[in-house]
Each structure stands twice: as structure tokens, then as C-alpha cells.
């Protein structure tokens, strides 16, 4: 009876266990149909917007221009960079957080292994998971903005896009590179690493599978004056496709991962509850053998 009893502790156990990853899945889904329909419309007009702007930037010679894509340190190694790792603040996610740290830490110790020697790089973590780690690893963090991904929106990450911009423009910052998985299906992310600060050039983008085109564009005030305000917004819209990028991504994740663990506990209750009716069965014949093997003692 004892293994009847272990055996229905554990059938309890798992059951608990699948509600609460089948609860996770249907909330992970929720989430995961909205920010998908938001960053699919969006995708389309940030890209273009950057395109636009990566286009125009490379051939005017403003104050603002030169802001937002000039190089402050011609000598890479004396570069004072900031690393922006994009998680999640959560776990049950599969390999969604694993992937970002991993990427983190080779692109701290091997693309920018002298700037880090030296002390120049620092780590702004948007993930609870991510700062955790890299704490327990010693590895010291500059801040965290945790707190975006609890309440995402466009108006929330302002005033972040615009504490980066002025860093980089007060040269507190020579390079700010974004570290997060880009949505492709829910299924896929995309590790990326992206390049925020300073804008890159038009030159750079041709190298890329996704080259700019050459078009002349009709401009109405003015080139500078378009140019000016065209910038820094696209940048705020830049960080905030990041960040949304990113939180579908963790949702796509989670609800695979959780789809898979309510599977497998559905499997397991399979094999239990075998089991516990065999404990039962062989239980309840060992009685009868004792009823009857007392009965003819009689």
C-alpha cells in the first residue's frame, strides 16, 4: 500500500505540475498573438525609416548628423562601449535567456576583448535572468532597466531611447550595440547583435545581404530640416522595435517550451496512472489470496 500511496503522490505532483504549465501556455499565447500583430505592422515602416535615414546621413554634413553617426575614437581599442543584453526578466523559456547570455559574454570577451581589458565596456542588462547571471559570474553591471519589459510600450522606452542618445552624444559612450533575439515565427528567434550608436554609415549597409537603394528623394521644408527630426525619432523607434522584438520573441519561447512541458507531463500521467492501477491490481489479488488462503485454513 505504501507504493500505491508514492505512486498517487506523484499522479497529484504531475497533474498540478500540467495545470500550471497549461495555464502558462494559454498566457503565453495571449501575449504572443498581440505583440505579433503589433511588430509585423511595425517592422515594415521602422525598416524603411532606417533605410531613409542610413540613406540621407551618409552624404549630409550637419550638426545633428554628425551627433548621431560620427566616430569619436579613430584608435577601435581606446572605444568606450556599452552592451545592451535583451532577455527576459522570467524563465521557462527554453533557451531564449541562455542564447542572449552566451552571445553577451563571447562579444564581451572576444569582439571587444581589449576594450574590456582596459576597463572600457560597460553592460546595461534589460533582464532580471541576464543581470542575475552575469552578477553570479562577477562580471560587473553598469545598471539594469528592468522595469520596460513589465509595461512595454512606445511612450515607456522615450525616455531610455533618449538617455542613450545623449550618452552617446556627450561621447559618454563611443558605441552602444544591442544584444537580443529578433522574432521570426514562434518557433525561431534570431540572435542579433545590432549597432545602435553610431548610425551605420551607407557604406556598411551595402555589405549587408539587405543593401540600401539609390533614390533620390523630393524634399519639402528642407533636406536639414527633415533630416534633423527624422533622426532621433528614428532612432526612439529603433529601440522600441528592439524591445518589442524581443518580448515576442520570449513569448514564442515560452509557449513552445510550455506546450512541450505539458506534453510531456501528459505522458508521464499516462505511464503513473499505469502503474498505480498494476500496484492496485496486484494489491487487491494479494487480499484475495489471503481471504482465501485463510477461508480453507478453516
Not at 513589465?150 to 538617455?163: G, K, V
Not at 517550451?257 to 491490481?281: C, F, G, I, P, V
Amino acid at each position: 500500500m505504501a507504493n500505491l500511496k508514492e505512486v498517487r503522490t506523484r499522479i497529484n505532483s504531475v497533474n498540478s505540475t500540467m495545470q500550471i504549465t497549461s495555464a502558462m501556455k494559454m498566457v503565453s499565447a495571449s501575449k504572443l498573438r498581440k505583440s505579433q500583430s503589433t511588430i509585423v505592422a511595425l517592422r515594415p515602416y521602422a525598416s524603411k525609416l532606417q533605410e531613409i535615414m542610413q540613406h540621407l546621413s551618409s552624404s549630409l554634413q550637419t550638426s545633428s548628423e554628425g551627433a548621431f553617426a560620427k566616430i569619436h575614437k579613430e584608435n577601435l581599442e581606446d572605444e568606450k562601449i556599452l552592451l545592451i543584453p535583451v532577455a527576459s526578466n522570467k524563465g521557462l523559456c527554453g533557451v531564449f535567456n541562455v542564447n542572449v547570455l552566451r552571445e553577451t559574454l563571447r562579444v564581451l570577451h572576444e569582439d571587444f576583448k581589449v576594450q574590456n581589458e582596459k576597463g572600457n565596456v560597460d553592460i546595461l542588462c534589460i533582464s532580471k535572468k541576464i543581470e542575475e547571471t552575469l552578477k553570479f559570474k562577477r562580471i560587473h553591471i553598469a545598471g539594469n532597466e528592468n522595469d520596460l519589459l513589465d509595461n512595454l510600450s512606445y511612450e515607456t522606452t522615450l525616455p531610455f531611447a533618449e538617455r542613450l542618445m545623449n550618452d552617446f552624444v556627450e561621447e559618454k559612450y563611443d558605441r552602444i550595440i544591442f544584444i537580443y533575439n529578433q522574432f521570426k515565427n514562434a518557433g525561431t528567434q534570431i540572435l542579433t547583435k545590432e549597432q545602435f550608436l553610431p548610425i551605420v554609415s551607407e557604406e556598411k549597409v551595402e555589405e549587408t545581404k539587405n543593401p540600401v537603394e539609390d533614390v533620390e528623394y523630393i524634399f519639402q521644408p528642407s533636406k536639414e530640416e527633415i533630416l534633423n527630426s527624422l533622426i532621433p525619432n528614428s532612432l526612439k523607434l529603433q529601440v522600441y522595435k528592439i524591445l518589442l522584438d524581443s518580448f515576442t520573441s520570449e513569448h514564442g519561447a515560452r509557449m513552445v517550451s510550455m506546450t512541450k512541458a505539458t506534453d510531456n507531463a501528459t505522458e508521464l500521467l499516462k505511464d503513473l496512472n499505469l502503474s498505480y492501477n498494476k500496484a492496485r491490481q496486484g494489491a487487491i489479488t494479494n487480499e484475495i489470496i489471503e481471504i482465501v488462503g485463510g477461508a480453507n485454513a478453516l
